[in-house]
């Protein structure tokens, strides 16, 4: 098993704020850009039998709902703090050394609180693996979480 | 997929020295001391789809040869510094925010260097897969490698 991306860094214009995550930084997340509320980092940093990204997300940025189909996906965070969410649960807020396994099929989403926030995200292999993109956690929605 | 351990962790008596690695430290690692020269820790830190797990190695404390079966396995080092070493090749120092890939088939090992090193370690899921242990890395093999 193999993903289709490449390991060689380009480098990137941030901003002088932008932190120096464990696992590194990588590139501004263009690809997924469009499911994400403001601007996240993306650094492959595994491709063999098991796809490792180490995500960093800028303050108050966060990803839709979404749904992995096939396999889910294990959250190992590393720097700063954030939020995961499942649908009608209340939101848990993440630490470094703390561990999210994201069950296939269950709609969730997970960004920063309100300063960097960095987690490795790791694909159970699965055949036909696939994710399903929601709406937008709503500001309204998000800013809740801080009151 | 689901491993056969239990999430209890257990209060352990350890050296007023022993770290405070970034996923903690775990328990000492009983099942799998056979194979290690000195002491080492483990802190299963997920069982669901993806086998991972916590390890971290006293100074000067290594595993003994060994060869992945089926899967290979991948390290994710967060503390301290190591080595990874596969036959016949020279060894790698290792530090936080290294990653490395270890195919099946290849035999290898890995270990603290003089200081306290942890790494995460991912098993990559196979049918059949199985680790087969080897001999000891000598303390004359060892010792070269700060030359």
């Known amino acids: 098993?193999?993903?289709?991306?490449?390991?060689?860094?380009?480098?990137?214009?941030?901003?002088?704020s932008a932190p120096s995550p464990l696992f590194g930084l990588g590139e501004k997340n263009?690809?997924?850009?469009?499911?994400?509320?403001g601007q996240s980092y993306l650094k492959p940093l595994n491709a063999e039998?098991?796809?490792?990204?180490?995500?960093?997300?800028?303050?108050?940025?966060?990803?839709?709902?979404?749904?992995?189909?096939?396999g889910g996906q294990i959250l190992l965070?590393?720097?700063?703090?954030g939020f995961y969410q499942e649908w009608g649960k209340p939101a848990r807020r993440l630490h470094p050394g703390d561990v999210v396994y994201i069950a296939p099929d269950v709609k969730h989403w997970h960004g920063a609180?309100?300063?960097?926030?960095?987690?490795?995200?790791?694909?159970?292999?699965?055949?036909?693996s696939a994710t399903e993109w929601c709406e937008p956690?709503?500001?309204?929605?998000y800013e809740k979480l801080f009151k």
């Open 49 to 70: 039998g098991v796809g490792i990204f180490n995500v960093t997300f800028e303050p108050k940025c966060r990803n839709f709902w979404h749904i992995h189909r096939g």
């Open 77 to 81: 965070c590393t720097d700063g703090e």
């Open 137 to 141: 956690v709503t500001d309204l929605e």
């Open 113 to 128: 609180a309100d300063v960097w926030f960095t987690h490795i995200a790791m694909e159970v292999p699965a055949q036909n």
């Open 1 to 16: 098993m193999k993903n289709n991306f490449s390991f060689v860094e380009k480098t990137v214009q941030i901003g002088e």
């Open 30 to 37: 263009i690809n997924f850009g469009k499911y994400f509320v």
